[in-house]
C-alpha cells in the first residue's frame, strides 16, 4: 500500500511563499507520477500542479502559473510545490497525490493514492 505525507503547510501572510513536500512509500512501483489537489471550504477538489513518471512533463492550474513551481527528485518518489507570490485565495488543504500509471494526470479520479493534506492559510 502506497503512503503519501505532506509536509509544509503554515500560516503566511499575503505575497510569502511557502514549499510543500510530499514523500511516497511502500509501494512497489519505481516511480510514480503525482501531482498536487487543493480544497477550500465549500469548493471542490482542484488541481494545482502536476508532473509526470519522470518530471519531464508539468502541468500548472491558470490560477498558479507564474507563481508556483512542482519538481520532483531523481532518487526518490518525493515532489514539491513552490509556493511564492501567495494570494488568500490559494488558502486551502493541498493534497497530494500519486498514480502508478505512465503519463501526466490532471483529473482527480486517474490517481489511485491520496495524502491526508496539509493546511495553507493566506492571511491579507
Known amino acids: 500500500q502506497v503512503q503519501l505525507v505532506e509536509t509544509g503547510g503554515g500560516l503566511v501572510q499575503a505575497g510569502g511563499s511557502l514549499r510543500l513536500s510530499c514523500a511516497a512509500s511502500g509501494g512497489t512501483s519505481i516511480r510514480y507520477s503525482m501531482g498536487w489537489f487543493r480544497q477550500a ?5 482542484e488541481i494545482v500542479a502536476a508532473i509526470s513518471w519522470t518530471g519531464a512533463h508539468t502541468y500548472y492550474t491558470d490560477s498558479v502559473k507564474g ?3 512542482i519538481a520532483r527528485t531523481e532518487a526518490e518518489n518525493t515532489i514539491y510545490l513552490q509556493m ?19 503519463g501526466l494526470r490532471m483529473q482527480a479520479n486517474q490517481y489511485n493514492y491520496w495524502g491526508r493534506g496539509t493546511q495553507v492559510t493566506v492571511s491579507s
Open 84 to 102: 511564492d507570490s501567495l494570494k488568500p485565495e490559494d488558502t486551502a488543504v493541498y493534497y497530494c497525490a500519486a498514480d502508478q500509471r505512465v
Open 67 to 69: 507563481r508556483f513551481t
Open 41 to 45: 471550504p465549500g469548493q471542490d477538489r
